[in-house]
């Protein structure tokens, strides 16, 4: 059961980072490779080097998000040979009378004697997205400072001696310069009440995450370890665990900069046969320095 659990874990942290991106084309045949993408209505927002553009939808031929990459541009020409072929791809490459394309089907070599038409401009350098789509937003990163608070609920071989636990702790944490993308680092001390005896956890951990918006769901990833104190009447017992959480949930950003963040997290300690694994609801607040 344990095992499967885990497997299940690794699923969803290696496919949590996977990140979200398009190619953009417009009508005249100018294509990007954006970072981030939002339909909205009419629009579609983008990030482009750390810049934010506000495009309208009917100013593009295509969105296709199963092209994904860093920021880059090039542009798709269409050439209309002599014996009526049409050839139609991204310009690569110029060596005297020949041009190479890039098609779907593969590298095409055209000799320019043999073209009767051709739309799209084959300058050499890339297309720049217009300024007039550019927002006043830039994204620029900052340092959060907040506390958190969680309830949870123990599964696997703890359930019965500690069913429940109740922390709280600090956060400090960094946007990217990406939007949407922060990493951070977190202190939380947790105590679950047993029948004979009470759990005392002290959780130290790095996390990574990325959120979707002003309003909009987000993802954590965490790695770490935890110090754990068990004590039974007279007795007292003392480990430190490694740790692993995955949290998802939705997040709040308000116009003075202050972020509330609520969530399901699982967090697993782990130690053989005797990990601790909870699941419960976190909450978060923190504010820009």
Partial sequence: MLKRNFLIFCFLFSSGGILSGAEILFKNGDAFLVEEFQETGNYITISWKDKKYRIPRSDLQRIDPRKKGPATSYRYLEFQLSDGTVLRGILVDRKESKLILKTELGFAELD????????????????????????????????????LGQASGAWGPWR??????????????????????????????????????????????????????ISAPYWILGLGGSSLHRTQGEDRTAAWTPDT?????????????????????????????????????????????
Wanted: charge should be neutral; glycine fraction near 12%.
């Fill in 245 to 289: 959480s995955l949290e998802f949930g939705w997040a709040w950003q308000t116009a003075s900069k202050h972020q509330i963040r609520i969530g399901i997290r699982n967090i697993c300690h782990w130690s053989g046969d005797s990990t601790l694994c909870q699941t419960g609801l976190k909450f978060s607040w923190g504010m820009a320095l």
């Fill in 160 to 213: 019965s001696s500690f069913p429940v636990s109740y922390g709280a702790g600090f956060f400090l944490e960094r946007s990217s310069s990406h939007p949407g993308r922060f990493y951070g680092f977190l202190s939380e001390i947790s105590e679950s009440p047993g029948k004979s005896g009470k759990l005392s956890v002290w959780t130290q951990q790095f996390y990574l995450g990325k959120s979707y918006g």
């Fill in 112 to 147: 320019t004697s043999k073209i009767v038409s051709q739309t799209g401009d084959t300058k050499d350098s890339p297309p720049e997205l217009p300024e007039e789509y550019l927002t006043n937003e830039t994204f620029v990163a900052e340092w959060r400072l907040g506390i």
